[in-house]
């Protein structure tokens, strides 16, 4: 995948990095949302549930929980407990996806990684200035809804908005959300409706199997968003 936004040639450049980097979602040809959620639980020790999926409706592809107006369609929690339900056994996961094989991939943030999320826009440009910075990182996503979701160790959501202000910005002027404990994210290849499938900027690899700290990041990520308001 070439990815290349509108901007700076920062963010260009960026943009051609992370394809060259990822390329496509890290997924054999052929391969099913139900060996996936196995991988990404056997192969990363990754808790995963499966959410909603997408049911055609006169032509139409909309979400199983049957509001049509959906804001994240085939890609949410189809069960108030979903929590309780995920897994990081992938027995447990392979039986999951067998008795909904089309259900998409949802991983609970606050237990093996947080997630810092920001406007696509504000993280290419962080890209680009980790790359000169030889910032070590681990998996991004990039989703349907134009943003970038960086993978930390756990703890990020407490500790973010005070490391925001020692750098002299308020928390809440940085278009900059930190999902921790009760909160998931979606994953290759989970789709959003009609948007698209979220894909990996940075794909999990060997190499990343250790996640940096919120701290490692925190400086280019506000800057970027800084930048992108």
């Known amino acids: 995948m070439e990815k290349t936004i509108p901007g700076t040639e920062a963010v260009q450049t960026a943009g051609r990095t992370a394809g060259r980097t990822a390329g496509q979602i890290p997924t054999q040809r052929g391969e099913s949302l139900l060996d996936t959620a196995v991988r990404y639980a056997e192969?990363?020790?990754w808790d995963v549930f499966p959410g909603t999926?997408?049911?055609?409706v006169d032509g139409v592809h909309r979400c199983s929980c049957g509001d049509a107006a959906c804001a994240a369609p085939g890609a949410h929690p189809a069960r108030e407990d979903w929590a309780t339900q995920a897994t990081g056994s992938a027995t447990v996961a392979?039986?999951?996806?067998?008795?909904?094989?089309?259900?998409s991939i949802l991983l609970p943030t606050g237990r093996t990684f947080d997630a810092i999320s920001v406007p696509e826009t504000a993280g290419f440009l962080a890209l680009a200035r980790m790359e000169r910075m030889a910032v070590?990182?681990?998996?991004?996503?990039?989703?349907?809804?134009r943003r970038m979701e960086f993978f930390v160790l756990p703890g990020a959501a407490a500790k973010v908005p005070g490391l925001v202000r020692k750098l002299g910005w308020s928390p809440a002027s940085l278009d900059l959300v930190t999902l921790g404990e009760g909160a998931y994210l979606a994953v290759p290849p989970t789709r959003f409706g009609s948007r698209g499938a979220v894909q990996w900027a940075c794909r999990p690899t060997a190499a990343n199997r250790w996640l940096p700290d919120a701290e490692e990041l925190i400086s280019p990520l506000a800057y970027a968003c800084g930048r992108d308001r």
């Open 43 to 45: 192969e990363r020790h």
């Open 53 to 56: 999926w997408l049911e055609a």
């Open 94 to 103: 392979r039986r999951m996806w067998q008795q909904r094989p089309t259900a």
């Open 136 to 145: 070590t990182l681990g998996p991004v996503t990039l989703t349907p809804d």
